[in-house]
């Protein structure tokens, strides 16, 4: 059985208690004698409970940012990615992994690389902002930094900034351009600042200080960033590795 | 060397959680995550189902922090037992899954009961139909269920007062046959 179009529409004022005498009277008779009723106003109190409730709702805007951060960074970095296959795909799998491997035995430890090169082979960069409505400025300038056209993105990042100082993700974005365009001390400048602000971002902000430091081949600085980044972070294998690349380097 | 992060008791992450402590949800993250995201990967589910499910895991264990959990086990175990119980009744609903294990039914908790436990799903529920309500429905239906009068909501949103009543009652009407659907909704009932 289903409730009368009236009856529906004073569920919402009786449940928040702002239901005139007469009406409310009316209801409440009516309440007395219909349980499909009782059991819809029992409901749409639950509901209100539930979506009004302040504390989950302040930790779900936390967890959906944590959330996109966190996926945000295993996109990012491709070597924390653990990647599942079907048994069938397992023997095709085990074989593009020894091409693989024999690829990067012949050509990462075996060719002599300096700095830039380890740099380039370590600086690849994600940019997608946090959704922030829409600003055309951060759209086209992720477009430029996708593009690698960095020079054309900084003065759209830094505007932004003006407006949104606290937002991490464009901070980094400027610090790395920054960083692709030669403002290296700028670079480590807003990468300390991102560190010391966002504690979210310090193991981010550590990788890029230290890929600025093998950009201008402060090697010992580089490895010394590296170092600190947390086992726990996604960069942390990555980060090892190129330690123990940059110290053959240093051999 | 480990950090002071990896150190933290299953206390001071649940601590951590209920303060909404970002520093400590991205270490959950960091840490639990690629087991949830393995065990969905590896029944039936996608990388999709696998963030969906760990964070309504996450939500829940919050609803179960704030009315007191404590948890003397391991952090890691209890969250994935949560997310596991809720990917297989998922798996069930879609009539992929089946068990006869009770553990795979309730989750083995330390400190709750089933019908606390069916408490946090539904609510859980409920907030999931309303967020796919339409932008305008969700404007006015969290109006009023923060208890402002109709005449006030009516005032705010810029509409008369008889529009109000009635766009609210359709939208109320709308979640409230939504959540009947569900079979999930259904099954807690």
């Given amino acids: 059985m289903s409730t009368d179009k009236d009856s529906d529409d004073r569920i919402l004022p009786y449940i928040i208690n702002d239901l005139g005498r007469d009406e409310l009277s009316k209801f409440e008779e009516q309440l007395k004698v219909d349980s499909t009723l009782r059991k819809e106003v029992a409901l749409s109190h639950q509901i209100k409970l539930a979506v009004n409730d302040e504390s989950l709702n302040e930790f779900d805007e936390k967890l959906k940012a944590v959330s996109d951060q966190y996926h945000k960074g295993r996109t990012t970095h491709l070597s924390t990615k653990r990647l599942t296959f079907s048994r069938t795909w397992l023997a095709l799998a085990a074989s593009v992994l020894v091409v693989i491997v024999c690829f990067t035995w012949i050509f990462l430890e075996k060719t002599p690389l300096n700095a830039e090169a380890l740099y380039a082979q370590y600086a690849k960069h994600d940019f997608s902002f946090t959704e922030r409505g829409p600003e055309n400025q951060l759209i086209i300038a992720e477009e430029f930094l996708e593009n690698e056209e960095y020079k054309n993105a900084l003065p759209l990042l830094k505007d932004y900034l003006v407006e949104d100082p606290k937002a991490a993700d464009v901070i980094l974005a400027h610090g790395i351009a920054n960083m692709e365009v030669g403002n290296f001390s700028q670079a480590i400048s807003i990468f300390s600042q991102l560190k010391r602000d966002h504690p979210i971002f310090i193991n981010e902000s550590l990788w890029y200080i230290a890929l600025t430091h093998l950009k201008t081949g402060e090697l010992t600085q580089s490895i010394a960033s590296l170092s600190s980044i947390e086992t726990i972070s996604g960069r942390y294998d990555k980060a090892q590795k190129l330690i123990d690349q940059i110290q053959s380097l240093e051999k | 060397m480990p950090s002071e992060e990896k150190k933290r008791t299953a206390t001071q992450l649940l601590e951590g959680l209920l303060k909404g402590d970002d520093v400590v949800l991205l270490q959950i993250y960091e840490q639990f995550y690629e087991g949830t995201e393995r065990f969905v990967l590896n029944n039936n589910g996608t990388k999709a189902d696998a963030k969906d499910i760990f964070h309504d895991g996450l939500q829940e264990l919050f609803l179960q922090a ?9 952090f890691g ?6 997310c596991r119980k809720k990917w297989l009744n998922r798996l069930r609903r879609q009539k992929l899954f089946t068990s006869d294990r009770a553990e795979d039914k309730i989750v083995k908790s330390e400190e709750s009961t089933e019908e606390i436990l069916i408490k946090y799903e539904q609510k859980l529920l409920f907030r999931k139909h309303f967020s ?29 007062y008889n529009y109000i009543r009635k766009r609210s009652s359709e939208c109320r009407k709308k979640l409230v046959d939504q959540i009947k659907k569900d079979p999930l909704f259904k099954e807690l009932s």
Wanted: glycine share 10%; proline share 2%.
């Fill in chain 2, 132 to 160: 796919t309500l339409t932008e305008k429905c969700k404007q006015v239906l969290g109006l009023i269920f923060k208890e402002l009068p109709l005449v006030e909501v009516a005032d705010q949103l810029g509409f008369t």
């Fill in chain 2, 77 to 82: 175990g209890y969250l994935h037992t949560i």
């Fill in chain 2, 66 to 74: 704030r009315d007191g959990l404590q948890i003397k086990s391991s």
